[in-house]
């Protein structure tokens, strides 16, 4: 394409249950990670904005908290987040789980997909782990209950079909600028996706143990003086007491495992080495505290 063609771009929302695989998609197509992967639902809580450059043009993926019934504020403002997030984009891909089949949580979404006049994409994602015979039927489901624009099967995992979502994805935008320099993959600053890396590693290394009741804020970012080394610290907030003994361990040894491999993955965002301090404290029943809420960066008012 030549540099004096008007290219494509437009922006692209990611919307399913939680735990379909949005945030796994999403890292597979920017071919890096910016959005937290985890086997727990509802890991995504804020709109992960991930920004896809190529000679066609330029595409933001917006990668949302996934739709669910809410049990306390946090719930009400990630939902919120995702139901504003399809009012705003230009293609939604509905991404489901072909291996779990259709759900009751589906058709809540779909129901909300109804009213709306953007092209819906229905995905149906980890097709490694179905036999291909179970596709069809599933499709007659999904197709029973709304007319979808295109229907994609993929496994966002392995990378199979991808470029074939991307190609349909492009037919439905139009000429459009360039909304971001072409080598940034995200929107968000280098002190959210820091919060996102230490997330991400509670939840895997503490499973059942603790559920979606943490939060991590960065407290400080600051380079040592004649080094190349960067001074990280930051605190993780949990609502029990019996939470903060977990996280720290037996000799602090879980604590300092979160921060090994948050390290690595932090040290892969800066480009720089990382010294990285984290505090664990209590805050009974943030998520339900407009206060903290805005604090840790959970603020409807600001989507």
Known sequence: MNNDQLKKSGFVALIGRPNVGKSTLLNQILGQKIAIMSDKPQTTRNRIQGVYTEERGQVVFIDTPGIHKPKHRLGDFMTSIAQTTLREVDVILFVVDAKE??????????????????????????????????????????????????????????????????????????????????????????????????????????????????????????????????????????????????????????????????????????????????WVKVEKDWRNKPKYLRELGYDKDEY
Request: proline content about 5%; cysteine-free; glycine content about 6%.
């Open 101 to 278: 089949g259709k759900g009751r949580g589906d058709e809540f979404i779909i129901e909300r997909l109804k009213n709306i006049n953007t092209p819906v994409f229905l995905i149906l994602n980890k097709i490694d782990e179905v036999h291909p015979d179970q596709l069809l039927p599933l499709i007659e489901q999904y197709s029973k209950l709304l007319s979808f624009t295109e229907v994609i099967p993929l496994s966002a995992l392995q990378g199979n079909n991808v470029p074939t979502l991307l190609e349909q994805v492009y037919k439905y935008l139009e000429e459009g600028p360039q909304f971001y320099p072409e080598d940034q993959v995200t929107d968000h600053p280098e002190r959210f996706l820091m919060s996102e890396m230490i997330r991400e590693k509670v939840l895997h290394l503490t499973h059942e143990e603790v559920p979606h009741s943490i939060a991590v804020e960065i407290e400080q970012i600051k380079r040592r003086d004649h080094t190349d080394t960067v001074y990280v610290g930051a605190v993780v907030v949990v609502e029990r007491n019996s939470q903060k003994g977990i996280i720290i361990g037996k000799q602090g040894k879980m604590l300092k495992e979160i921060g090994k491999l948050a390290r690595e993955d932090i040290q892969k965002i800066l480009g720089s080495k990382i010294f990285l301090e984290i």
